[in-house]
Nanobody, 115 residues
């Protein structure tokens, strides 16, 4: 049974930082491309960051220079370091694991950026 369990969300002030984690089980983690998506109220789910099996990373323009995705294959975990957070970063953040499509989803973790 595949499980992706996100953690690390919460309420933070603008300009603050959070680190999200996604622990995977039931898959051979090192073979998977890992993504972070987010979905704000009333908006479509969007890709925030991606890291491939060989460590290549891609980011949405809106988070470039502020967010960093990384992975630890020994711990079957992917991370999203989020710095300089803005109110528009408020969303539910989802972990996604895929080799092709459709892949697997986590249950999401809420991030709220507000003063």
């Amino acid at each position: 049974q595949v499980q992706l369990v996100e953690s690390g969300g919460g309420l933070v002030q603008p300009g603050g930082s959070l680190r999200l984690s996604c622990a995977a089980s039931g898959i051979i983690f090192r073979f998977y491309t890992m993504d972070w998506y987010r979905q704000a109220p009333g908006k479509q789910r969007e890709l925030v960051a991606r890291i491939t099996r060989d460590g290549t990373t891609n980011y949405a323009d809106s988070v470039k220079g502020r967010f960093t995705i990384s992975r630890d294959n020994a711990k079957n975990t992917v991370y999203l370091q989020m710095n300089s957070l803005k109110p528009e970063d408020t969303a539910v953040y989802y972990c996604h694991a895929a080799i092709g499509s459709p892949g697997y989803w986590g249950q999401g973790t809420q991030v709220a950026v507000s003063s």
